[in-house]
């Protein structure tokens, strides 16, 4: 498979245009990416994760792809965030993380 072109989405946009395929249409991948998505995705209202991707574009250090990779995890707690870069190149300072806590902590998941 050719990738032609490559876009950031939500998680919940990715889970919404996986349900509205028929399964049966869905190749091997596509499918753990739905059940995996069905299970983990924390925040389903895409209005709030705009919000949280504005948040998070205010500090300097994080690229697109670290924004969209803290929206499908949502960290509430600084390992989980560590984890999320301990393979990036990226070296966050103690307040980045924190403020990206703070913005993680003010949305409701689940």
Known sequence: ???????Y??????????EDR??????????IALENLTRHTKVKDLETLQE????LSEIES????HIYKLL?????HESTVRAVFS???????DS???DILDICHSVETG
């Open 72 to 76: 499908e995890v949502v960290p509430q």
């Open 87 to 93: 393979k990036e190149r990226v070296k966050l300072e």
């Open 52 to 55: 949280l991707n504005e948040e």
């Open 9 to 18: 989405v939500y998680p919940v946009e990715a889970l919404e245009a996986l």
């Open 96 to 98: 980045e993380v924190e």
């Open 1 to 7: 498979m050719e990738v032609k072109d490559e876009e």
């Open 62 to 65: 994080l690229k697109q792809k």
């Open 22 to 31: 028929d399964e049966e249409e869905l190749v091997h991948e596509q499918k």
